[in-house]
């Protein structure tokens, strides 16, 4: 009987207990569309709840445009999970269709909400200055 070397044990191990590696081309991209960003603070702040997904292999937020483009594994995390997170970071955000053609009109239903334009999402406030 042949003997199997420690190393190609060990590493067959780590394959197992880490789950394995993601295949690059099974990844998926989302637009999200997101309410109340006032600033590169919110940016950052949608980013980094974003990218601290398991699951997420990019991401992209666009204050100009109000929009999230998030590159991520859907066996890792769906779709839902991160708007929830930008939702739960303190934005209003939902999920966008931007595949049609612009002569269809990209589809994203953005429902206003009272916290967005109460600025609950930044830290920055209207400063008053003394004249």
Same mark, same amino acid.
Do not use: P, Q, W
């Given at each position: 009987m042949?003997?199997?070397p420690l190393v190609? +044990? #060990?590493a067959i191990a780590? +394959? #197992?207990l880490v789950g394995g590696t993601y295949?690059?081309?099974?990844y998926e991209t989302a637009s999200i569309s997101i309410d109340g960003m006032r600033c590169g603070g919110c940016t950052s702040k949608v980013e980094t709840v974003l990218s601290g997904k398991a699951g997420v292999r990019t991401v992209s937020v666009d204050l100009e445009t109000s929009l999230a483009t998030v590159e991520y594994y859907p066996s890792k995390v769906d779709q839902a999970e991160l708007v929830a997170a930008v939702s739960g970071a303190g934005?209003?955000?939902?999920?966008?269709?931007?595949?049609k053609k612009k002569a269809e009109g990209a589809s994203c239903n953005m429902k206003k909400a009272k916290t967005a334009s109460t600025g609950a999402s930044c830290?920055?406030?209207d400063k008053k200055t003394a004249i």
């Open positions: 042949k003997k199997t190609a +044990v #060990i780590l +394959v #197992i295949d690059s081309n099974a934005f209003t955000a939902a999920a966008c269709d931007l595949s830290g920055t406030k």
